[in-house]
């Protein structure tokens, strides 16, 4: 029989209460018994979960997007991105987010893995996707999303990225694992789009 060799840093669930109900989040506060044998409170959010999205131009150059995000009152420079619906496979949710959010469509994808952001107080996974032969198309943006579309170099990129312009952290994670996967670290396995 496998010996758990966290039992020592596990906390369990003494009770649940759902404070807020809402149409994307859900904030949940707990009652949990630590290792120790205390009681203690754990608030969080519980998210769908999401999907972010690295498309390489056929020159190498990235498609992001700027975007004014409510909570940080500025625009924001990020790869494109978006929640995943109840029951939607994250890659089916990439390609839909991708055409809708940028009017591009792929020919090849790459899942690279899952980006957890804030994990003190949320669930959130973020499923990150290549995309690349990209073909240009109309956007279908939902009502009340208002962006813009940019190109940028890696190069140019990782410069944003060290001066504070790009602050986003899946933009960043993005970053790191394109330049990982350009550099032969990282391996990504590109499957045809369906």
């Known amino acids: 029989m496998p010996v758990d060799d966290d039992a ?24 949990v018994c630590l290792p120790d044998g205390a009681i203690t409170t754990r608030e969080f959010i519980r998210h769908p979960g999401a999907v972010m999205i690295i498309p390489l131009l056929d020159d190498g150059s990235l498609l992001m997007e700027r975007q004014y995000r409510y909570p940080m009152a500025q625009v924001m420079l990020e790869f494109p991105a978006g929640k995943i619906d109840a029951g939607e496979l994250p890659l089916l949710c990439a390609m839909r987010e991708l055409r809708e959010e940028t009017g591009y469509s792929a020919a090849e994808w790459a899942h690279a893995g899952v980006l957890n952001n804030a994990i003190a107080y949320s669930d959130e996974g973020i499923e990150i996707f290549f ?13 009340g999303e208002f962006l813009d579309l940019v190109v940028h170099t890696a190069a140019e990129l990782d410069a944003m990225a060290a001066n504070g312009m790009v602050t986003d952290a ?6 790191l694992w394109l330049s990982r996967w350009q550099r032969g670290e990282w391996p990504l396995q590109w499957r045809p789009a369906v």
């Open 170 to 175: 899946k933009t960043l994670i993005g970053l």
């Open 131 to 143: 995309a690349r032969g990209l073909s240009a198309g109309a956007s279908q943006l939902d009502a």
């Open 8 to 31: 020592h840093l596990r906390e369990t669930l003494v009770s649940t209460e759902l404070v807020l109900d809402g149409f994307f989040l859900k904030v949940s506060r707990d009652q």
